[in-house]
C-alpha cells in the first residue's frame, strides 16, 4: 500500500516537480497551493506526511503547521517544513513548534526521498 503525501506550495512548479520526484518513488501526492486550501483537503484525507512551504499567501506554513498541530486528527502527522527561509531562527522554530524536519531551498531531489521515507518508515 502507498503511502500518500500532502506538498503544500504557492510555487505550481514546486508541485509539479514533488509530484513527478515523489509519484517516481509510488507516493500518492495530494496538493495544496496555501495553507488554508491544505487545511481544507485534511479535512477529506488524512496523508501519512506533509511537505509544507513556510511563505505563502492567505495562510502561511507557520500557521498552517499550528493547525495541524493542534487539530486532533492531524496532531500526528509528520511534517516537513520546505522554505528558502534556511536561518538557524526559522530551523529552531520549526522544530519548537512541531515539525519533524526542516529542507532548505534549493534542494536536491534525492535528499528530499531519502528523508521521507526514514521519517515513513
Not at 509539479?16 to 507516493?27: K, Q, R
Not at 517544513?81 to 513548534?97: H, P, S
Not at 535528499?111 to 515513513?120: A, G, H, Q
Amino acid at each position: 500500500m502507498s503511502k500518500t503525501i500532502l506538498v503544500v506550495d504557492d510555487e505550481q512548479d514546486l508541485l509539479d516537480l514533488m509530484e513527478i520526484i515523489l509519484g517516481g518513488e509510488g507516493f500518492d501526492i495530494i496538493t495544496a497551493s496555501n495553507g488554508q486550501e491544505a487545511i481544507n483537503k485534511l479535512k477529506e484525507t488524512i496523508p501519512d506526511l506533509v511537505l509544507l512551504d513556510v511563505m505563502m499567501p492567505i495562510m502561511d506554513g507557520w500557521q498552517t503547521l499550528k493547525n495541524i498541530k493542534t487539530t486532533k486528527e492531524t496532531s500526528h502527522l509528520p511534517v516537513v517544513m520546505v522554505t528558502a527561509k534556511i536561518g538557524d531562527d526559522d530551523r529552531m522554530r520549526g522544530l519548537r513548534e512541531g515539525a519533524t524536519d526542516y529542507i532548505g531551498k534549493p534542494f536536491a531531489p534525492r535528499e528530499v526521498v531519502n528523508r521521507i521515507k526514514t521519517i515513513l518508515k
